[in-house]
């Protein structure tokens, strides 16, 4: 005698006991800290942050814990905390010229004001496994040296002097925040720019990718990659005068391009624009090529057809929590819709037989 | 028609002024004409005449820099070049109809010729399935294809066969002016022919007006009233079709009609 | 760490609701129209019932009673776990029988009870735009929308005709509304579309992730898209339920065992339920506790 499956309650509750249970792991092992994760896996939790959109270290790391280390279920964690949050204010625009850099280099120029500072980077590392690594030792103290004052340009500033590389529009509008407002087509440069810095990093690197694999024509130079901490300031009416609020590290990647054949300008460099949250240096340069690629209607150029100069198909997919959660939607039952499915195909093959069986 | 009668009639189209340049290069300048109901005019030109960028203008395709396009709309004269696009786009589902030269431009190439030639229809609320599929299978008929094809898909039809349908599927609903850029390009010879013929036929069968962009001179002897030739983006002669042909009176209209191979 | 009990009533912040609010009291005002709102991150993912959730959330006030269903029942995961989540963030009543409930939140079905004025029905839809599929660019779709330009729509039925010789859409159906609009009714089999028409209740539609809400007022006319010739028919499997033996409620098909028997159940189980109650026995069924048997 059939009785229809009840307890979907017991079965949710019994698999997040499981969960919890998975998720420790094997007790006599000790017990991460979220302290430990934010200190040595700072490159993951930076990630977190950043497409999470929410800049609290030890948050991300927390989420990073309870996700299992899945980071896109840690970014999720995150958003969905971020909309809680209440709204005070809005900083001023951050200052990158004054970043304090730990690592700043540029690909195309020997040498520049700043000086190339190549800082903690896997670049030049050999990819050999490293066992000790395994052993848990001390680390030895890396050599320093004080740190130089000196004033730290954007490239960009130097050829924009000599009218080389196009200037970028200034203005004091606020810009829209794609979080209040829903984001309607065709949109603008600062809304692209927020949709793809929170956007999915493999996503975003491969859009960059495709564009110089020739889907999309733009040559880019990495005039300048730097990664520092840069103060964040607010207004304070009441003061009248601007307070600084706290500090954050962000990786900034500007692009040079070679722009041809305008309608109406010489030839002049354009630039490609990435900004990121944490030590993120893949996501910052794969947001320039992006961003260049998805400029090519407000510089005159064509439209080659390229995915990465298509800005509804890179916006509307580019948001790893919206895709995966209608990705992962598939798994809830859907034997409702099958069902009326079913009984369509069912009654189309009834049909074609019988024509069938008739025409014989 | 007479002239008396043309002259008190009110011209589908005017022209005035038209110009679009690309930078310091002329797309096309000063162009002005009327063009009155059930009138076929021609522009021809070599490439880069201007005549294509003058087509994209008059329909709505380019913004032009200069210039005004008045149709006479069912509200009365109205000068399209400063309509909002929803207007415009209104217009080009019911008065207009463009005929791309590559037909895949104008078709949907997923979807049946049935469906093709239906979907004019279906966008100004025909119903009837029936009806509709009576309706597609007696045009099919009109441009010479076979009604067992009317559920197959396009790309399976013949570069001809493909052109024939876009215009099928383009008339359906009696539109009043068809724009059409090089129907016969691409073409080969006696695909051609035929298709001017049937063109010529449904022209003078529905009182249609058009305007024909081509580089070929014999589709503008068979079609066209009225003759524009274009160079550099400028208007350099116009008139009745057999009068520039066979006394042309600018140097380059000589040029081009003496050029022409006689077969 | 925030505390659970510090989230406002029902979870969304009041200028959030407040903004909700106002996308669906323009939803209601164009029924049909698909109204931009600027969707929240929530605690359960996209695609898995935000919309739904927040429309939910905007509307729930302290003295609502809430039913949720997931394909028609109210104990499946997704139905239980969104129960739940306002259960503990809006502290309401909640309830599986649809003639007490208040505010009723619905994946996939329309309750086979008929709902009455002052009840809400909310939709949790996937993909908001009934073109999509026939033309992926938001830029384009909304042009059609705003010119009355569906002629593509009906190309779609008109082939399916051709090819399979009636229309060949089994849910997801699409609607006419008010002689205007073509909505999207969310993926409900096409058994439930004339339940959209002429319904007492407020329908409301929430897309989290596509981000649009629409809505249907009571008493509305949608109509279900079809040929004059070609008339829709709202069908669904040649069987009275095995349970309950209703006739005319959609029904669940269920492999009983390997050797492919199969039974047929309501989808809806308060529906099922109820009539069980009442002492109507079907083909499989045995008769309810404490009920005569028919």
New interface residues.
């Given amino acids: 005698?059939?009785v229809?499956v009840?307890?979907?309650?017991k079965?949710?509750d019994a698999a997040h006991a499981w969960l919890a249970e998975e998720r420790r792991g094997d007790t006599s092992v000790a017990e991460l800290s979220v302290e430990q994760i934010r200190q040595q896996l700072a490159l993951a939790v930076n990630r977190v942050m950043a497409e999470g959109s929410l800049y609290d270290p030890d948050l991300a790391a927390?989420a990073i814990k309870q996700a299992r280390g899945d980071l896109i279920e840690a970014i999720?964690l995150i958003?969905?905390?971020?909309?809680?949050l209440?709204r005070l204010g809005a900083s001023t625009p951050v200052e990158t010229a004054q970043m304090a850099v730990c690592r700043r280099i540029s690909a195309t120029f020997k040498d520049l004001p700043g000086g190339q500072i190549l800082g903690p980077t896997f670049d030049y590392t050999h990819r050999l496994l490293d066992f000790k690594l395994a052993a848990e030792g001390e680390v030895p103290a890396a050599p320093t040296a004080p740190a130089s004052l000196a004033a730290v340009p954007h490239v960009t500033a130097m050829l924009n002097r000599d009218g080389l590389i196009q200037t970028e529009a200034e203005g004091n509008a606020t810009p829209p925040d794609l979080?209040?407002?829903?984001?309607?087509?065709?949109t603008s440069r600062p809304l692209r720019l927020q949709a793809i810095t929170r956007g999915d990093e493999g996503f975003i690197l491969s859009m960059a990718y495709s564009t110089q694999r020739g889907y999309g024509r733009t040559h880019a130079f990495v005039g300048e990659l730097r990664i520092g901490t840069v103060a964040v300031e607010m207004d304070i009416p009441e003061l009248g005068f601007s307070v600084e609020i706290g500090e954050v590290e962000l990786t900034e990647c500007e692009t040079v391009n070679q722009f041809k054949g305008s309608?109406?300008e010489p030839p002049q460099f354009t630039r490609g624009y990435g900004l990121v949250f944490g030590q993120t240096e893949r996501k910052a340069i794969a947001m320039s090529l992006v961003d260049r690629a998805l400029r090519w209607k407000e510089l005159g150029e064509d439209n080659t057809g390229a995915p990465a100069q298509d800005e509804?198909f890179v916006l509307?997919h580019a948001d790893n929590?919206?895709a995966?959660?209608?990705?992962?939607?598939i798994k809830?039952?859907?034997?409702?819709?099958f069902?009326?499915?079913?009984?369509?195909v069912r009654?189309?093959r009834r049909?074609a037989l019988a024509h069938g069986e008739a025409a014989e | 028609m007479s002239i008396l009668a043309k002259m008190k009639m009110q011209p589908l189209l005017s022209v005035r002024d038209l110009s679009k340049f690309y930078g310091g290069r002329i797309g096309c300048a000063d162009v002005g004409f009327d063009l009155y109901p059930g009138e076929v005019l021609g522009v021809v030109g070599e490439s880069g005449s201007g005549k294509s960028t003058l087509l994209s203008c008059l329909a709505g395709h380019l913004a032009p820099d200069r210039g005004e396009v008045i149709f006479d709309t069912q509200e009365g004269p109205r000068d399209t070049v400063q309509m909002a696009e929803a207007a415009r786009r209104r217009l080009a589902r019911t008065d207009w109809a463009y005929v791309h030269q590559n037909p895949r431009d104008g078709l949907r190439m997923g979807v049946s010729a049935g469906g093709n030639v239906g979907e004019r229809l279906m966008a100004v609320g025909a119903r009837h399935y029936g009806q509709i599929r009576g309706a597609a299978v007696d045009w099919l008929g009109r441009v010479e294809i076979a009604a067992d094809r009317v559920d197959d898909r396009p790309s399976a039809f013949s570069g001809g066969m493909q052109q024939r349908l876009q215009i099928a599927r383009n008339l359906v609903t009696g539109p009043r002016l068809v724009f059409m850029d090089e129907p016969t390009g691409g073409l080969d010879v006696s695909v051609q022919a035929r298709l001017l013929d049937l063109l010529r036929g449904l022209v003078r069968e529905m009182g249609l007006s058009a305007i024909i962009v081509t580089h070929d001179l014999a589709v503008v002897r068979l079609l066209a009233d009225r003759l524009m030739v274009m160079k550099g983006g400028y208007v350099v002669e116009q008139g009745l079709t057999d009068q520039v042909l066979d006394d042309p009176q600018h140097a380059y209209t000589q040029l081009l009609v003496s050029s022409v191979l006689q077969v | 760490m925030t505390d659970q009990t510090a989230y406002n009533f029902a979870y969304l912040d009041e200028q959030t609701k407040r903004m909700i609010r106002r996308a669906i009291l323009k939803g209601v005002a164009i029924p049909g129209y698909q109204v931009p709102f600027a969707s929240r991150e929530m605690p359960m993912p996209y695609g898995w019932g935000t919309g739904g959730v927040q429309v939910t959330a905007a509307c729930l006030v302290p003295e609502d009673r809430l039913k949720v269903i997931d394909q028609g029942a109210d104990d499946t995961t997704n139905a239980v776990s969104i129960r739940r989540f306002f259960q503990r963030t809006a502290g309401v009543a909640v309830t599986e029988a649809t003639a007490e409930a208040t505010v009723i939140q619905t994946r996939h079905r329309i309750p086979e009870t008929p709902l009455t004025e002052g009840q809400i029905l909310v939709y949790q839809v996937p993909i908001p735009e009934p073109l999509r599929f026939l033309e992926p660019r938001e830029t384009e779709t909304r042009k059609m929308h705003e010119l009355e330009d569906y002629g593509l729509m009906h190309v779609k039925l008109y082939e399916d005709i051709s090819r399979h010789g009636q229309i060949a859409t089994a849910y997801d159906y699409p609607v006419k509304v008010e002689g205007r609009y073509v909505m999207d009714p969310s993926p409900i089999p096409k058994f439930d579309n004339p339940k959209l028409g002429g319904n007492a209740a407020i329908q409301l539609f929430g897309a989290g992730r596509e981000q649009r809400i629409y809505a249907l007022p009571p008493y509305t006319q949608a109509i279900s898209l079809d040929f004059d010739d070609y008339p829709f028919t709202a069908s669904k499997a040649d069987h009275a339920c095995d349970l309950c033996g209703a006739p005319d409620s959609y029904l669940d098909e269920v492999i009983t065992d390997d050797q492919g028997s199969r039974m047929f159940v309501c989808s809806d189980t308060d529906f099922c339920a109820s009539r069980r109650a009442a002492g109507h026995v079907g083909p499989m069924g045995a008769p309810s506790a404490g009920a005569a048997e028919e």
């Fill in positions: 005698m059939y229809a009840k307890g979907g309650e079965a949710i927390l999720f958003r969905a905390y971020r909309t809680t209440p979080t209040r407002e829903p984001m309607e087509l065709p309608k109406t509804e509307m929590i919206q995966t959660g209608f990705l992962e939607h809830l039952p859907h034997y409702v819709d069902q009326a499915e079913l009984e369509l009654k189309l049909e």
